[in-house]
Structures are given as structure tokens and as C-alpha cells.
């Protein structure tokens, strides 16, 4: 228990005292499939939602966080990390393209099977004069689950991930790089 | 958040299929809305069974309890639903019938949370299918279908802990006026239109509907799989053959 509130509270130390502007976000997502491993096929395979912490770096935001997701296999859980380009801004808006990967588990009772997937999204957000913003993105998505073999046809599918949420800056940098 | 994340985590894992003993004669399309078992040679009959899976089983666990019906000519779609919940996807069975021109009729069933989805399909489009067939499963309340035309099966195992023999017999109110049957020679040599036929399984439980292995809170069965699996095809058989399905 000592231990367990150790770690929180350097992690506040760490994001207060950070001077880099940081944010976090929740994207509910929706996935339109248009291709599998058989070939093109529209589907609709769901949704999902991410939570997303954000750092400024460089020119953009590293990006990193866990979603869950429904698709063809079933459900997974995946851990993300990324890379968020600005190329406009202007005002209160500001357009960008994120490249994730993504690592996880499809989630099975008797065993949990390896997933991955990569992605490219457009994104435009709107940020608030306060400390919130919104954002909308639609991109494309490879994910793949190898093992999936064992017990179907599709392990492989190409979606068109929609994603809109809302995020807010966790410290007061807000602005700085957007 | 991270709550809900577990939660939800914790809440939405599927039941993977066990290794399938494919038989042969049976054609598979697997597409990402659907598994279709087809027959590979002779007869193809016009009438087709749309399947709905059980709450958080994977679609491919009914391909053995399926494909015997294949083989004897008839079409067997599986559907695929998000989340493996197929009450997220009510009245997908519907619009998957047009992929499958040769089919002239069809009966809609389901195991489970899948049979619950399959009554209120009916209930909201009761033109669209001849028939219902039940597996472990019983209309909840959320559609009565007790003045439905169509004819329905409902077979149940007597080693069922989740979908209980009694929660079946409490919920007869809402399906067609029914008849229970113990042996496969007491099944109706005629149409059963606006009937269900009601047989429990005896020995059987609830995960044995498919292949998935052992359900959580179900009961132990005294019979094999393949034996209560041989007995569902064998009653869904007779049933057709009642009904002039073919």
C-alpha cells in the first residue's frame, strides 16, 4: 500500500512539474471495416473507446494511453503509443495527423491472444479558452491477431476508425505547441 | 476511467471455439459478418437456418453442432456479432438474407442470449421467418409471440444451470402454445405452425449447445458432447421433416 501511493504521488510530482504542456483524452471510437485478410469486404466492426495522454515534444505530442475495442475476433485491449504532427493551425483550431501502433490482447477466458495494429489519423481540434478542447479524426487501421489462425479465417482486418472526444490540459502550459 | 476499463475488461471476454472435427461434405464461407455451412454435393434445400451465438462465445463454436445439417443440404449461416453480444446487432439476421438467393425460407435460432435476440427478430418481423428453434434460451418478455403462426423448437438440457428448466417452463406464456415431447418418435409428423415443441436433453447442459468447454455457472453434464450434440441435430431434423422444411 506504501508503495502503491509512492508511485502516485511521483507521477503527480512528475506531471506538475513537468514544463511541457500534457493532456489527456477520451475518444469514443467507431471502426467501418473494408478490407480482411480474404479480401475487401465492408463491415461495420464496432466501436471503442481510448484514453490518451498526450506530452508536447519536439514540433508535436507523443501520444500514449489503452483502448478497448470491439472487432471481427471479438474484443481487445490495446496499449497505444504514437506521435502527433501538427501541419495548420490557426486561432482556436489546429489540424494534425497521428501515427500509432498498438500492442494488446484480444480478450478470451481461456487464454488472451496477441494483437497489434498501426494507424494513421487525421485529426482537427478545437480548444476552448479555457483548459478543454475537442477533437474529431477519421484515419485508417491495420490490426492483426496471429493467432486467431488457430481458430478462424479473418486475423487481419483494415478498418476506417472515426474518432471524436474531448480533451483538457493537465498542467497550465496549455498553448505553448499545440 | 481505468475502472470502467477494468470492468468492461473483465465483462466482454469470449469463449474461444475448440478445434473443429469437420466432416466432410460441408462447404465454408467464412466472411466478417457470417460463417456460412453449405452442403459441397447433391440436394440443396430451399430452406436455411440464420444462427445467432450465445452471449460472448465465439461464432465458430457452433460450427460442429451445425454442420451435420449442412451436409444433409441445408444452409447454415452463423452470424457474427459485435462483441460477440448479438443484442447489439438485433435484426442483423435479416439483412443477410439476400447474400444467399437460393435459400426460399428460413428459420432464425439461437443458443442462449442469441435465442433471446432471435425472438424479438420475430417479434418485429414475423413474415420474415417459417420457424424458430431455441437452444437453452426462452423469450424473455421483451417479445411475445404466443399469437406467432410460425412453428418453434425449443430443446434445453437438464443439466443446464444458466438457462434453468424452470426459467424455460416460466416464460412458456410467450412463445406458441406448446407440447413437450421425450422421445424423437413423439415428434408431430405434421406442420407444427403456431407450436412449440418443447424437449429437454436429459444429461445436457448448457455450454455443450456449442464447443467452447466449460461455461462458468453452468452445471455438469452426464452425457458427452457429441452426444447431446448428435440429439440437437437429430430433433432439428425431425422438426424440418414435420414442417416439410426442405
Redesign the interface.
Same mark, same amino acid.
Given at each position: 500500500m506504501k508503495s502503491y501511493r509512492i508511485v502516485i504521488g511521483l507521477l503527480f510530482f512528475v506531471l506538475s512539474t513537468n514544463t511541457k504542456a500534457q493532456q489527456l483524452s477520451?475518444k469514443p471510437l467507431s471502426f467501418l !471495416?473494408v478490407a480482411?485478410n480474404?479480401g475487401g469486404? #465492408? &463491415? #461495420? @466492426?464496432?466501436?471503442g473507446f481510448e484514453?490518451a495522454y498526450q506530452q508536447d515534444v519536439w514540433k508535436g505530442r507523443v501520444l500514449g494511453g489503452?483502448e #478497448?475495442r470491439?472487432v471481427?475476433?471479438? @474484443?481487445e485491449?490495446g496499449i497505444n503509443l504514437g506521435y502527433n504532427m501538427p501541419f495548420w493551425t490557426k486561432g482556436q483550431w489546429r489540424a494534425s495527423v497521428s501515427a500509432q501502433a498498438q500492442i494488446g490482447w484480444a480478450?478470451?477466458?481461456?487464454?488472451?491472444l496477441l494483437i497489434w495494429g498501426i494507424e494513421c489519423v487525421p485529426e482537427i481540434e478545437w480548444h476552448s479558452n479555457k483548459a478543454f478542447f475537442a477533437t474529431i479524426g477519421f484515419g485508417i487501421r491495420y490490426s492483426n491477431c496471429p493467432a486467431y489462425e488457430n481458430? !478462424? &479465417?479473418?486475423t487481419s482486418?483494415i478498418d476506417l476508425p472515426i474518432k471524436i472526444g474531448l480533451g483538457f490540459y493537465l498542467n497550465n502550459k496549455k498553448r505553448q505547441n499545440r | 476511467m481505468v475502472g470502467i476499463l477494468i470492468l468492461l475488461v473483465v465483462n466482454s471476454c469470449s469463449y474461444l471455439p475448440e478445434e473443429v472435427d469437420w466432416i466432410n461434405g460441408v462447404q465454408v464461407d467464412e466472411r466478417s459478418n457470417y460463417i456460412s455451412l453449405k452442403p459441397t454435393t447433391g440436394t440443396r434445400f430451399k430452406t436455411g437456418l440464420l444462427f445467432y451465438p450465445g452471449g460472448l462465445v465465439d461464432p465458430h463454436a457452433y460450427i460442429p453442432s451445425l454442420q451435420g445439417l449442412a451436409v444433409e443440404g441445408y444452409t447454415i449461416v452463423i452470424l457474427k456479432v459485435s462483441a460477440n453480444l448479438a443484442i447489439t446487432n438485433r435484426n442483423k439476421a435479416a439483412s443477410y438474407k439476400v447474400h444467399f438467393p437460393e435459400v426460399e425460407q428460413w428459420v432464425l435460432a439461437g443458443h442462449s442470449l442469441g435465442g433471446v435476440v432471435s425472438c424479438m427478430d420475430i417479434y418485429d418481423n414475423p413474415s420474415e421467418y417459417v420457424g424458430a428453434i431455441l437452444m437453452a434460451s426462452y423469450n424473455d418478455g421483451s417479445a411475445d409471440l404466443s399469437d406467432w403462426d410460425g412453428a418453434v423448437l425449443s430443446l434445453f438440457g437438464s443439466e443446464d444451470r444458466l438457462a434453468t428448466v424452470e426459467s424455460i417452463r416460466a416464460n412458456e406464456d410467450l412463445l406458441p402454445r406448446g407440447i413437450n415431447i421425450e422421445r424423437l418418435v413423439d415428434m408431430p409428423t405434421s406442420p407444427t405452425g403456431g407450436q412449440t415443441i418443447y424437449h429437454q436433453i436429459d444429461g445436457g447442459n448448457h455450454a455443450q449447445f456449442g464447443s467452447y468447454g466449460a461455461q462458468s455457472e453452468d452445471g455438469t453434464a452426464s452425457i458427452t458432447r457429441a452426444a447431446q450434440q448428435t440429439a440437437i441435430v437429430n430433433y432439428i431434423r425431425s422438426f424440418f421433416n414435420a414442417n416439410d422444411w426442405s
Open positions: 477520451l !471495416g480482411t480474404l469486404e #465492408y &463491415a #461495420y @466492426n464496432g466501436g484514453l489503452l #478497448y470491439m471481427t475476433w471479438g @474484443n485491449l480478450l478470451f477466458y481461456q487464454k488472451s481458430y !478462424g &479465417a479473418i482486418v | -
